[in-house]
């Protein structure tokens, strides 16, 4: 599978906005999606899947009651709504998944990255 990240850009802080990853290749409802972010000289970060089949979601803890996951298996894509940024979501956004029919929520394990989209939230 490949993915592509779309959507960032420059915001300001509070406000909201939504990331796109669009799949291209077989079987994407099959396969578990999962973003990540990459902060300035920072490690890389889970910050929530969304499961192949029963869509269960997973978040961290750091973006649980502001990020929503969700995914549109008719359009190949997986969504990221963010609520509320703040200027530490500064970062580059990563769509990724693990080889079909697992569940990854970690970067060890992840099999396809997506280029990258950069989000920067001014104060």
């Known amino acids: 599978v490949q993915l592509q990240a779309s959507g960032g850009g420059l915001v300001q802080a509070g406000a909201s906005r939504r990331l796109s990853c669009l799949a291209s290749g077989r079987a994407f409802n099959s396969y578990s999606v999962a973003w990540f972010r990459q902060g300035p000289e920072k490690e890389r970060e889970f910050l929530a899947a969304v499961r192949y089949g029963t869509s269960r979601l997973y978040y961290s803890d750091s973006v649980k009651d502001r990020f929503i996951i969700f995914r549109d298996n008719a359009k190949s894509t997986v969504y990221l709504q963010m609520n509320s940024l703040k200027p530490e979501d500064t970062a580059v956004y990563y769509c990724?998944?693990?080889?079909?029919?697992?569940?990854?929520?970690?970067?060890?394990?992840?099999?396809?990255w997506g280029k990258g989209t950069l989000v920067t939230v001014s104060s």
């Open positions: 990724a998944a693990p080889v079909r029919g697992q569940t990854v929520i970690a970067v060890n394990g992840i099999d396809y």
